[in-house]
């Protein structure tokens, strides 16, 4: 009985058919040179290529114990990751310093997972943020996938915790999931699929998205995707195989479908590509066509009412904001260390990329040069190049509309150019296409080191030296980017105004409690006092994805962070970042009240920071209403303001 391969024709139930054979000459293996070839000569003559996406024939005798290398594997990505977070929990009181303004983010939209299965509220738009309007949640991360069967987490222990579960599981599930789509479906050696999947799972760019983007880390379905995708050939089993990737497709949209558009665009390269390289594989173009076709049909069906809100719902807009469109990878990046790296630091990553969260193509020189020569060794096998291909199109996509090198923006335009207005590719970040070569790097790793050790066990007079070899190579690359731990950084209390219920007294059906400033990209903290409250508290404004909304252009629904500008917003927003306190005219005055009116603000709240006697003094002249020192925070009571 045969099943379907990725890498070579249908594999039959002999081991020697399930990877690559290597021959030698009649003279005897010549030391040298074949060490030379493993490390990145011309490969010898083969009679199959390594096979992929399918079950390995079992072994002759199965070892009773074939489970303790997969259990010593997944400790290990546990290890690794609560190794990365470890300054999270050891802290129960930080958040990740370099990104605490996303952490708030989504902090409360695990708040609103878990209010989603408590209330039944609506999932797709809320509006107990930026009230009155409210916040398309399909449009901005909502990660609704994960935040609401997590919601006895953070019910049970705060939406803070469940951050931390989130971020700290995301890196081990990615990474687990990889190793059992390696080890079951394409490589045979564990150890293969154990340095394949740590690097998918631990890469450069994994680590730093860690910085408070855990919907990004969270690609365990990845490679399910992929692998049911390519089980699509298999026949007979079309509509089964079909079902069983749209049902992954759906999980993931409700996770990032960013992350599924990358991994999309990435496995129609790849498929493409392969189709292109082997004949083989064309005559089963049907049977994959029949499954892809039900996959897109029941997808679609799913998640039809869901993308029709997240592009014409309430508050939906179209395409990032320009600066973020111009977000692209520095092409001196690939070959330097990021600075979550053990070789990396802040001050060599820092103008290499837009923010920590961002070092998307931060690969180090060494791992570059061991990846150039696994291609060139094993360029004539038709998964290496197919994988090379989609590596180098994303990475020529991740540059952005221009070039960047060392910092410098130069004139050469970039391939991402001619795509910066096409509809849906408007809405990613060109830098995280480079998001995409991780996983090609990591599948390259394992194929590599499965070929070294067939060629070790071809030639057992240097198998010693084949392996020092390939262990040295893989040492030197993957070393200078082992992870070290996200700094943190303790976060602001909670003022016991909110966290005691005070607010409540205030603050009627339909209202929301204001803050100085307002809640914005540079002043996230009132999100996680609302995730805190289970989203009790409704709060104007926040820090969201929303329609710009320009009376100057009507047309134009580009999205911006935070809503539209209000000038009591705008006032303080300016106070916050100049320290200066403008002159508070009658007009200013009348524009504070229509402003409360609009947010249906009863009550305004500013607690200890920075600027606050400028602020305190401000909101004083705006309203002509004394404040008062309540449970941390001063409180102006406006409700008079309203009627």
């Known amino acids: 009985m045969t099943t379907p391969n990725l890498g070579g024709p249908p594999a039959t139930d002999t081991q020697d058919q399930a990877l690559e054979t290597v021959t030698t000459s009649g003279d005897g293996p010549k030391p040298l040179k074949i060490i030379i070839k493993a490390l990145g000569g011309r490969p010898q003559q083969t009679r199959r290529e390594l096979p992929s996406v399918t079950e390995p024939p079992p072994d002759p005798e199965p070892h009773p114990r074939r489970w303790l290398p997969d259990l010593a594997a997944v400790a290990s990505f546990v290890l690794l990751s609560f190794w990365v977070t470890a300054r999270l929990w050891r802290h129960p009181r930080h958040g990740v310093a370099d990104n605490p303004m996303d952490q708030a983010f989504f902090e409360w939209m695990l708040a609103h997972g878990a209010r989603v299965v408590t209330a039944f509220t609506y999932p797709f738009v809320s509006t107990q943020m930026n009230v009155p309007d409210g916040v398309n949640m399909m449009a901005n991360t909502s990660v609704l996938g994960i935040s609401i069967p997590m919601s006895p987490i953070t019910l049970a222990f705060g939406p803070h915790v469940a951050f931390n579960v989130f971020l700290t599981g995301a890196l081990i599930a990615t990474a687990t999931s990889w190793y059992f789509v390696l080890s079951r479906f394409i490589v045979r050696s564990r150890a293969a699929a154990w340095i394949g999947a740590l690097f998918c799972g631990f890469a450069p760019s994994m680590v730093s998205h860690s910085n ?5 880390v969270a690609q365990f379905l990845v490679p399910v995707i992929i692998w049911r995708t390519l089980r699509l050939r298999e026949p007979g089993r079309w509509l089964r195989n079909g079902l069983l990737l749209a049902l992954a497709i759906v999980w993931q949209a409700f996770i990032n479908l960013e992350i599924l558009l990358l991994t999309a665009v990435g496995l129609g390269l790849f498929v493409g590509m392969l189709a292109l390289l082997r004949r083989d594989l064309r005559r089963d173009a049907r049977t994959f066509a029949a499954g892809l076709a039900v996959a897109a049909v029941v997808a679609g069906a799913l998640l039809a009412y869901p993308i029709y809100v997240q592009f014409f719902g309430p508050q939906a807009y179209h395409g990032l904001p320009p600066d973020i469109r111009r977000y692209g990878a520095d092409a001196a990046s690939f070959v330097a260390f990021a600075r979550e790296s053990l070789a990396g630091s802040p001050a060599t990553a820092a103008g290499l990329a837009q923010n920590p969260t961002e070092e998307n193509a931060f690969f180090g020189w060494p791992l570059i040069i061991l990846v150039g020569a696994i291609v060139l060794w094993l ?12 590596g180098a199109v994303f990475a020529a996509l991740s540059l952005g509309p221009y070039v960047r090198f060392a910092g410098h923006r130069t004139d050469i335009p970039s391939v991402w150019r001619l795509m910066t207005n096409v509809p849906v590719l408007n809405s990613v970040v060109p830098t995280r296409w480079a998001l995409a070569i991780a996983p090609v790097v990591g599948l390259l790793l394992a194929i590599a080191w499965e070929h070294s050790r067939t060629l070790a066990q071809r030639n057992p007079n240097v198998s010693g030296q084949i392996r020092f070899a390939t262990g040295a190579g893989l040492a030197m690359a993957l070393v200078p980017i082992a992870p070290t731990p996200l700094p943190s950084v303790k976060l602001p209390e909670t003022p016991q105004f909110i966290a005691a219920g005070t607010w409540r007294e205030y603050v009627g059906a339909g209202q929301s409690v204001a803050t100085l400033p307002l809640p914005s990209l540079a002043y996230s903290d009132p999100l996680r006092w609302s995730a805190q ?48 306190l403008p002159t508070i005219t009658p007009r200013l005055r009348d524009q504070a009240r229509e402003d409360l009116r609009y947010w249906r603000s009863p009550v305004v709240i500013l607690a200890p920071q920075k600027r606050e006697a400028l602020h305190l003094r401000a909101m004083t002249e705006l309203v002509g209403v004394a404040p008062r020192w309540i449970g941390g925070v001063w409180v102006w009571d406006v409700r008079p303001l309203l009627r």
């Open 212 to 216: 408070a983007h855990p919907n990004i």
């Open 533 to 580: 409250t289970r989203l009790e508290m409704p709060i104007p404004r926040g820090y969201f994805l929303g329609p710009r909304n320009d009376p100057k252009r009507p047309k134009d629904r580009t999205a911006i962070f935070t809503a539209p500008a209000r000038p009591t917003a705008s006032l303080f927003a300016s106070i916050q970042r100049t320290g200066r």
């Open 379 to 390: 360029r004539r096998t038709p998964t290496v190049l197919a994988l090379a291909v989609v």
